[in-house]
């Protein structure tokens, strides 16, 4: 009898089962968007500029590291003033395929955003009174502004260029990508199998779309409370009951892109899983109800790896 020959026919049996991407609940990441090159660069410029913080320490990219996933490796970044801020912060990789924005969805449009974040107290501390000064005495940037704005210079232009320069932080090229797009082989086996326990077991329920996440609200904590075993509740620990006020919305939180995340340590909107294994066991435990076998959450995270594009262009 011939019995690693027959496991090899079976594994190639049921290779071929599972390698027909056609109608997945994961859709690739869409192309770059066609955008004004002048508009992309005065964000791009933007983007890196402490000057949109109060005291000139902080530009986006202080916290929003693009060499580090987009994110930085901290639970809680510092802000302008140096004290931590109330939550991890996310990465702006694919963040354009979001449907809202923050880990509570309070904004909808990264316009808003830039907003939210350079006017805040506890990140970048400034007015837009200051900003559109500082950026019009720049004689280069009112040079640039006016040749991509008809009215140079505004909170609204300079809103618009961040986020149009943020439409392009897209991540193409994953594996796992590539594998939709009809690639199959580009997957082992294992990476496979780990996509279909992923299915199977249910993250798909949460973590699905064009970002893998990013297109729904959901409790954290759906078996057992997170926050109370963890301990030492806060105000962000509440989510998105701190946009409604609706008693529901206690520690819902918008589900995170799991695009890059191998990458994207440490995890969740309180940054309390220090590496991808422990976040995955919190939500085998917490939004599932079950633990897997050790063999299954292996093959979940070789899957999750696949995840991990490349950023194009980026200094
Ligand atoms: C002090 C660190 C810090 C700075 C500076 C900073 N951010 Fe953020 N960013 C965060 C944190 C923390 C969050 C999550 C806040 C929340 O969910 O309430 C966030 C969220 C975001 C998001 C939403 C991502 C998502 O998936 O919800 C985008 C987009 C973003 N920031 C872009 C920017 C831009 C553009 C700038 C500069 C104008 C900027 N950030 C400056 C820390 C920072
Ligand atoms: C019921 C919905 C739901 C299910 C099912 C679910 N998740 Fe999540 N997931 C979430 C939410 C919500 C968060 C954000 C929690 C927070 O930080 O407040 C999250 C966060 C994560 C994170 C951390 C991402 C980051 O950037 O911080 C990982 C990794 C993750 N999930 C993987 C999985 C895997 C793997 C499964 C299946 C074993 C799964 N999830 C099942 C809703 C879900």
Redesign the pocket.
């Known amino acids: 009898m011939n019995r690693p020959g027959s496991l090899v026919l079976l594994l190639g049996l049921c290779a071929n089962a599972i390698a027909a991407p056609l109608d997945e609940p994961l859709k690739p990441l869409p192309p770059k968007p066609h955008l004004d090159a002048r508009r992309v660069e005065l964000g791009r410029q933007l983007?890196h500029d402490p000057r949109?913080?109060i005291n000139n320490t902080?530009?986006?990219a202080?916290?929003?590291q693009l060499d580090k996933s987009g994110a930085d490796t901290r639970a809680f970044?510092?802000?302008f003033d140096g004290q931590p801020?109330a939550?991890?912060?996310?990465t702006?990789f694919n963040?354009s395929l979001?449907f809202r924005?923050?880990?509570?969805g309070r904004v909808e449009t990264?316009e808003e955003?830039?907003n939210v974040?350079?006017t805040s107290p506890h990140?970048?501390g400034s007015d837009w009174n200051t900003v559109v000064q500082r950026i019009a005495d720049d004689a280069a940037y009112g040079q640039s502004f006016r040749a991509a704005y008809p009215d140079a210079v505004s909170r609204a232009n300079i809103q618009n260029a961040?986020a149009t320069y943020?439409r392009t932080l897209l991540t193409p090229d994953s594996r796992f990508d590539q594998y939709l797009l009809g690639n199959t082989d580009i997957l082992t086996l294992e990476e496979k199998y780990g996509y279909q326990r992923f299915k199977e077991y249910g993250c798909i329920a949460c973590h699905q779309g064009v970002n893998i996440g990013?297109n729904m609200f959901q409790k954290f904590g759906v078996f057992g409370d997170y926050i109370a075993d963890r301990g030492n509740p806060t105000v962000a620990d509440q989510g998105r009951f701190n946009v409604t006020g609706d008693e529901d919305d206690r520690a819902v939180f918008?589900v995170?892109s799991l695009r890059n995340v191998a990458l994207t340590a440490p995890y969740f909107h309180d940054g309390s899983a220090p590496t991808l294994e422990r976040a995955v066991d919190v939500m085998f435990q917490y939004q599932l109800g079950r633990m897997p076998s050790e063999e299954d959450k292996t093959l979940i995270i070789l899957f999750l790896k696949t995840l991990t594009g490349h950023p194009e262009g980026q200094p």
Do not use: R, Y
């Open positions: 983007f949109l913080s902080l530009s986006c202080s916290c929003h970044s510092n802000g801020v939550v991890n912060t996310p702006v963040a979001n924005q923050f880990w509570d990264l955003q830039s974040v350079i990140e970048m961040l943020e990013g918008k995170p």
